[in-house]
């Protein structure tokens, strides 16, 4: 354990005191991190174009056709829109859960708030390895998508009732 003589901290609880915010929706991740001299400072974004896509840029084949599973007797068309957005969510889901195991596996972060719509919020959670999880210490089921940064501090520190 190294001593940094100058403030009396070590290197540990400089690590430990290592708070990540991210702010992340189905095509875009934020993330920002408590530094030394500023709160909710900008780390990265991570962009993920195919959510951005339409149904036809998706899937340009029609969609199929099958029977209710209930009767066997009533034909319906397969929803694949909503297959294949929830399949691109999920892909960007596992590229933020990604960036997070190596981020902590770098000591960049210890502790973690996770800002997402519901539904995201659910698929990146069942994608984060059990460390990451445990790293988690707050969730906020809501979409910040537009604003300044400190527009952005403002409503999560006001949500998470912390001191922006």
């Known amino acids: 354990m190294q001593v940094n003589h100058s403030n009396g901290l070590n290197s540990y609880d400089l690590r430990n005191n290592k708070k990540w915010y991210v702010l992340a929706n189905r095509t875009d991740a934020v993330i920002y991190k408590d530094a030394a001299r500023a709160k909710f400072e900008f780390v990265e974004r991570l962009s993920h ?9 998706l899937n340009s084949d029609r969609p199929g056709r099958g029977n209710s599973s209930a009767t066997r007797s009533i034909r319906h068309s397969l929803d694949r829109h909503h297959q ?11 590229k933020i859960a ?3 195991e190596k981020a902590q596996s770098e000591e960049r972060f210890a502790k973690i708030v996770l800002v997402a719509e519901p539904h ?27 604003g300044s940064d400190r527009q952005l501090r403002s409503l999560v520190f006001n949500a998470i009732g912390a001191e922006a």
Do not use: D, M, W
């Open 49 to 57: 174009s195919p959510g951005r896509l339409t149904e036809s840029q």
């Open 84 to 94: 294949h957005h929830e399949n691109e969510a999920k892909s960007f889901a596992r």
């Open 98 to 100: 990604s960036t997070l």
């Open 120 to 146: 995201f919020l659910g698929l990146l959670k069942a994608v984060l390895s059990r460390s990451v999880k445990q790293s988690i210490q707050h969730t906020l089921p809501k979409e910040y998508r537009q």
